[in-house]
């Protein structure tokens, strides 16, 4: 396999950060990308997971208030919000491509 390939893509270098643990049960829920098509986002003491149907459970970690990314690869999850903070749709980054899941629970 070529080192360019992207399956050796090394995830680009993110610095984590702490927010306040209340927005966390704000974006807790199921977000749904298309019919049979979701991620479901957990929160697990001070720590999000996000689950995509059909693949294991992730942690995901804080780079922003809104902006998320996974430590195992390239992938980050930016949260849209109403005016009260409440997750509305998530958008998942990764490849180059953004696709948005609307919240559904």
Known sequence: MAPDSPLLQVPTERKETKVDSKLLD???GIYSF?????ITITREGEQ????????GKL???PETERDFFYKVADVQ??????????AT???LH???RDQRAARSK
């Not at 298309?34 to 979701?38: I, Q």
């Not at 999000?48 to 693949?55: E, I, K, N, P």
């Not at 930016?78 to 409440?86: H, L, P, V």
């Open 48 to 55: 999000l997971y996000a689950q995509v149907t059909g693949q």
């Open 89 to 91: 749709a998530l958008v």
């Open 94 to 96: 990764q490849n180059g």
């Open 26 to 28: 704000l974006y807790s």
């Open 34 to 38: 298309a019919p049979g098509a979701t």
């Open 59 to 61: 942690e995901i970690f």
């Open 77 to 86: 999850i930016t949260f849209e919000t109403d005016s009260q903070g409440q």
